[in-house]
């Protein structure tokens, strides 16, 4: 199990700010969290994925224990 905490328009797409989820990749997180509500799976698609801040590929295995960040995309300046 992981945990993942939402953030932003990632939390509000999803419906949570904290989740613990069984997934092996950050592709299998993607698709478990596109599956919480009409607007996921286009805002989780654009989300960047961090574990410890470090930006992760689709392909990368997560394991038990791990605490998983979701960033939406954002714009300041």
Do not use: H, K, N, Y
């Not at 990749?25 to 478990?32: F, N, P």
């Amino acid at each position: 199990m992981i945990t993942v905490r939402l953030f932003a328009a990632a939390a509000e797409a999803a419906d949570a700010q904290e989740l613990t989820l069984d997934v092996g990749t950050v592709i299998g997180l993607r698709e478990a969290l596109a599956a919480r509500g009409d607007e996921a799976p286009r805002v989780i698609g654009q989300c960047a994925i961090l574990r410890e801040g470090t930006r992760l590929e689709d392909a990368a295995a997560l394991a038990s224990g791990d605490l998983v960040d979701v960033l939406p995309p954002f714009a300041g300046g």
